[in-house]
């Protein structure tokens, strides 16, 4: 690469010379009361000069792509991630076709028609074949890459199909909490009222709602507490009476939960909660749920070529089918350090560099065995007498999400 760099800077500063030497010609030639108009032969020169610059501009073009062609993306791991890297070689190779042959013509005819005093140019106002030509083929071209792209989006956007494995990715400033659906196929119902520091997705189920009632129950008290023995009038007595409110409306949200129906509290239990990594088994549709706590997030995943906004307060989703596990990627790329990741492709806050999760891709019978090793979200949540410590922290950060 050094040489390549210092090649260019060699041709730059010859080129430099060459035209400062042209303008002390020019200034010569004015001083002496010359024409400045270039000769034949100099408009010959020129236009040979750009025909040569053409040619090396294309095989250093093609250079780059035999070179560097392989580092454009990583290998796709996903059926869908084939389907999309044939999109985007069919869109460079039109994008390259229309390049070579539009610069092509363009350095050919300053080459073939330098000036010459004895020609002249012929005055060409309009041609409805022409107008026609360049404005039906490009729309062709359009139209056709377009219903490519949307039926390659639509193949990952819409209804997973039957027996897929539905995960739910649950992002927050900075990082990712992975949700399995269990034994029923179903992912519990959520809302973020019920966010708690053992209830991070805030899931609906008979426990986290006696935990979350008694909690609410236990710091609204103790406010009323302290409100008798604050400072009429005061600072803190004004935050108190609003931190009461915002608790008490809470409270009542939270016991309308108990009107859901039983089976929808009850399909939360034997849902599974992970972070810094989670496994998906090779040769299985994965069907993605997203959501956000906080603000806009983008789940990326680069080997599946898969991409997706994770928005507040709505639902959205993908699915795709992993072809190549980990182990294998290791071996393709001999890196026994590789892992396949879940980036966060916006821009969401101080520490978005950081914010990832490791996916792990393994025969079935590996995922079977590490799910059957992880701990069901009823077997997770704690008792409904935990410290008072937890306790506030719940209510804190759920409750900053409430009354916004």
Not at 104 to 131: D, G, Q, V, W
Not at 266 to 272: F, L, R, T, V
Not at 385 to 398: C, F, G, L, M, R
Request: hydrophobic share 45%; with cysteine; glycine share 6%.
């Amino acid at each position: 690469m050094m040489t390549i760099l210092i090649i260019l800077a060699v041709l730059l500063a010859i080129l430099t010379i060459g035209q400062l030497l042209r303008v002390f010609e020019a200034s010569s030639k004015l001083n002496g009361g010359t024409s400045l108009l270039p000769t034949v032969a100099e408009n010959k020169y020129q236009g040979r000069s750009m025909f040569i610059f053409m040619l090396g501009f294309f095989a250093f073009f093609i250079w780059c792509m035999v070179e560097y062609g392989p580092y454009l993306l990583p290998e796709a791991a996903s059926e869908h991630g084939v389907l999309l890297d044939r999109l985007l070689n069919f869109n460079f190779a039109i994008i390259t076709l229309v390049f070579v042959i539009t610069h092509a013509i363009l350095f050919y005819f300053a080459m073939k028609y330098a000036y010459h005093p004895e020609r002249k140019a012929y005055y060409f106002t309009h041609s409805n074949k022409l107008e026609l030509l360049w404005t039906i083929v490009p729309a062709i071209f359009l139209a056709v890459i377009i219903v490519y792209g949307l039926s390659a989006w639509i193949s990952i956007t819409d209804d997973a199909p039957e027996g897929s494995l539905t995960i739910e990715l649950y992002p927050k400033q900075f990082d990712w909490t992975a949700r399995y659906s269990g034994e029923d196929a179903q992912l519990g119902a959520s809302n973020y009222n019920m966010i708690s520091g053992t209830n991070p997705l805030g899931l609906i189920t008979d426990g986290s709602l006696d935990q979350m009632m008694s909690e609410l129950e236990a710091e609204i008290a103790e406010i009323k507490v302290d409100l008798e023995s604050a400072p009429v009038d005061g600072m803190k007595q004004e935050d108190l009476t609003e931190t009461l409110g915002k608790r008490e409306r809470q409270l009542n949200r939270v016991r309308g939960f108990r009107s859901f129906e039983a089976a929808n509290r009850a399909s939360g239990n034997d849902d599974i909660l992970v972070k810094t990594e989670f496994y998906i088994p090779v040769g299985r549709e994965i069907d993605f749920k997203f959501r956000s706590r906080d603000v806009i997030h983008s789940a990326y995943f680069p080997h599946f070529r898969a991409q997706m906004n994770c928005v507040p307060g709505m639902v959205t989703q993908f699915h795709f089918k992993p072809t190549i596990t980990t182990a294998q990627m290791k071996a393709k790329t001999q890196n026994d350090d590789f892992d396949y990741l879940v980036l966060c492709n916006k821009i969401c806050g101080a520490a978005h560099y950081n914010m990832s999760i490791v996916i792990k891709v393994v025969e079935e019978d590996e995922y079977n065995a590490w799910i059957a090793e992880q701990k069901t979200f009823s077997e997770t949540i704690s008792p409904a007498d935990e410290s008072e410590e937890t306790a506030s922290i719940v209510s804190e950060d759920a409750i900053s999400m409430i009354e916004e």
